[in-house]
T-cell receptor, first 111, second 118 residues
Framework: AQSVTQLDSHVSVSEGTPVLLRCNYS??????LFWYVQHPNKGLQLLLK??????LVKGINGFEAEFKKSETSFHLTKPSAHMSDAAEYFC?????????FGQGTTLQVKP | DTAVSQTPKYLVTQMGNDKSIKCEQN?????MYWYKQDSKKFLKIMFS???????INETVPNRFSPKSPDKAHLNLHINSLELGDSAVYFC?????????????????FGNGTRLTVT
């Protein structure tokens, strides 16, 4: 079965500095991978998805992620954090018939 | 507005009661889901329906019974509520169901229902 591990439960950055949220996956075949964001008291919103096309995927709000098969990673990055980026981020892998969510990473953005 | 809407937003009830959460989507999607998010924010799928037909049931207790009167609605009924049922329940929809290891259709989530069982 597929699984996904988010390496940091909490990441804190200053506004204007780069963001890196780490995700490793385990899959016996080429998976589809996603990043979702959850703002407080809201549902989840899709940031970006990888489905075996380009390995560097661009998403909304300036986020991007790179699929690295050799490292089984799908880290999420953003060059410059904004206060509105503070939220919970989930790395997700497809499993036959369903999606498997990571444990989540809380991103704190300090002024 | 086009969206996935679920009601109520908050639900506080006592152990042993029966309660329902309603979900509606007007996105024209064929597939709907219920997810449970626990206190550690871990999300786990409970059910998915495609065109009113159950396609995923993830070892959820029989006290949970989803009902899909049409493909735009997927309601969740919970009997004999227990303390451990306290969580945030999210409804979601997508154009097509997850098939095999390939999935291209994003999930659209509702804003969640926070259930507290006392």
């Amino acid at each position: 079965a597929q699984s996904v591990t988010q390496l940091d439960s909490h990441v804190s950055v200053s506004e204007g500095t780069p963001v890196l949220l780490r995700c490793n996956y385990s899959s016996s075949y080429s998976p589809s991978l996603f990043w979702y964001v959850q703002h407080p008291n809201k549902g989840l919103q899709l940031l970006l998805k990888y489905t075996s096309a380009a390995t560097l995927v661009k998403g909304i709000n300036g986020f991007e992620a790179e699929f690295k098969k050799s490292e089984t990673s799908f880290h999420l990055t953003k060059p410059s954090a904004h206060m509105s980026d503070a939220a919970e981020y989930f790395c997700v892998v497809s499993d036959p018939g369903k999606l498997i969510f990571g444990q989540g990473t809380t991103l704190q953005v300090k002024p | 507005d086009t969206a996935v809407s679920q009601t109520p937003k908050y639900l506080v009830t006592q152990m042993g009661n029966d309660k329902s959460i309603k979900c509606e989507q007007n996105l024209g999607h064929d597939t709907m889901y219920w997810y449970k998010q626990d206190s550690k924010k871990f999300l786990k799928i409970m059910f998915s329906y495609n065109n009113k037909e159950l396609i995923i049931n993830e070892t959820v207790p029989n006290r949970f019974s989803p009902k899909s009167p049409d493909k735009a609605h997927l309601n969740l009924h919970i009997n004999s509520l227990e303390l451990g049922d306290s969580a945030v329940y999210f409804c979601a929809s997508s154009q097509t169901p997850v098939q095999g290891n390939s999935y291209n259709s994003p999930l659209h989530f509702g804003n969640g229902t926070r259930l507290t069982v006392t």
